[in-house]
């Protein structure tokens, strides 16, 4: 870090004056040339004592290529939904810089004339956002398997640039259209957009509230964060204290964890159902078989629309059967660590996957593919267990699954 950044501690500190002074708010677009040139001469008229930047350390370093060049570890990226959180991250961080390109902006390039302009201009720096990974983390832990699926459905057509929506970027600062795009968000899932959006503008509002103590404030922000700090600043009481903000979500019943226990009592059912059936010797193999390659080849299709490699294929193939009714492993994790093995993931794959300009790049890149290989046999394994249970059931004359759905329903 520089020495011009006012650390954390300085922010709650309050050390250097009795009052608060001024807080000044610039909202932007993060791919907006407009919004460059507005940062750079709010900074140069203002003449602040600190400026704060809506980053957090981690991607105050991407920003300015700085990143730590730590290992990857390659079973911790694989356990849990963390595949999928990393998958929706880096997809919004793809589709924010293919906006950008189409802008000629490179996205952040507004914080980064922020931080050019405060340095030339001898001004202090404050990162006032919450660390990306809790923020992400919470974001993920708040949303149902609905809400996940409506946002995977939303991000994988804007990713390949399908659709007719055009966003016009010059009016992404007006507070009324940026109220609309929140508005629409929060009807996909208002918890999720309380995490993304208001409950970083208490985080920020209350580092901008430590630093005013020190000095006058000029806050560069999201467009979609002003309102909300503003109103938050007015009410600085009722903010919540910083460290409630930074706890990740401990877990809790959501849809995906009935969804997983209810998979398992059916697949252990019908393995019920079999025994207890009487059925003959050769119906077993068959319901065996049944169960092998169903799981097996929709596992593989998996790993090989994700480009995986032939071994990673054969392991999804071969493990898929076993995984699906074990609930503490899955194929997506022995695939992806095949895949790592085969096409092992370096650090410079994790900076050169923020740098890819399309999809195409992106899946070329070991890591990502690595994690797409592992999402994807996952996802095959899945459904394979439903169209491998129903068939079974159909082939053995368990009961009429047809006919158990239309009770039902």
């Known amino acids: 870090m520089q020495d011009d950044l006012v650390s954390l501690e300085e ?70 939904g963390k595949i999928y959180m990393l998958l ?39 990162l006032v956002d919450r660390d990306i990974g809790i923020t992400i983390q919470r974001f993920w832990s708040s949303m149902g398997i609905v809400e996940k699926l409506k946002l995977a459905f939303g991000l994988i057509p804007a990713a390949f640039g399908w659709g007719d929506d055009q966003i016009e970027i010059d009016k992404v600062t007006e507070e009324d259209v940026v109220s609309q795009i929140i508005a ?14 208001d409950e970083r503008d208490a985080y920020i509002a209350r580092n901008l ?49 009935v969804f997983g226990a209810l998979l398992m009592l059916l697949i252990f059912g019908t393995i019920g159902l ?48 076993l995984t699906s009714i074990n609930p503490m492993v899955a194929a997506g994790w022995f695939a992806g660590m095949v895949e790592a093995w085969k096409r092992t993931p370096t650090v410079a794959d994790m900076k050169r996957l923020a740098q890819c300009e399309t999809f195409q790049e992106m899946r070329g890149n070991r890591l990502f593919r690595v994690i797409l290989v592992a999402a994807l046999a996952n996802i095959g394994s899945t459904i394979g267990t439903f169209i491998g249970i129903y068939i079974i059931w159909k082939k053995l004359g368990l009961m009429d699954p047809t006919q158990m759905l239309s009770g039902i329903l």
């Open 11 to 80: 922010i709650q500190a309050r050390p250097t004056k009795d009052g608060a002074n001024k807080i000044a708010i610039v909202g932007t677009a993060h791919v907006s040339e407009k919004s460059v040139a507005e940062v750079t001469r709010a900074i140069e008229e203002m003449r602040p004592d600190i400026v704060a930047v809506e980053l957090c350390p981690g991607r105050y370093k991407a920003l300015t290529g700085q990143e730590d060049a730590e290992e990857i570890k390659i079973s911790e990226l694989l356990s849990g």
């Open 88 to 126: 929706v991250q880096w997809l919004l961080a793809y589709i924010q810089k293919r906006i950008g390109a189409e802008m000629g902006v490179k996205p952040g390039a507004e914080m980064l004339a922020a931080i050019e302009t405060s340095r030339r201009l001898g001004l202090r720096i404050a």
């Open 184 to 197: 629409e968000f929060r009807k996909i899932s208002p918890r999720a957009a309380g995490v993304l959006v």
């Open 209 to 257: 509230i430590g630093l005013s103590f020190q000095g006058s404030v000029l806050a560069v922000v999201g467009a979609g964060h002003r309102e909300g700090i503003t109103r938050h600043l007015a009410h600085p009481d009722e903010i919540p204290e910083l460290e409630a903000l930074r706890e990740k979500k401990k877990s809790r019943i959501t849809a995906a964890r």
């Open 274 to 321: 079999v025994l207890l059936s009487g059925v003959s010797k050769q119906s077993l193999i068959l319901a065996f078989a049944i169960w092998f390659f169903v799981n097996g080849i929709l596992a593989a299709l998996g790993v090989i629309i994700a480009r995986g490699h032939p071994l990673s294929v054969l392991t999804a193939f071969m493990v898929a059967w």
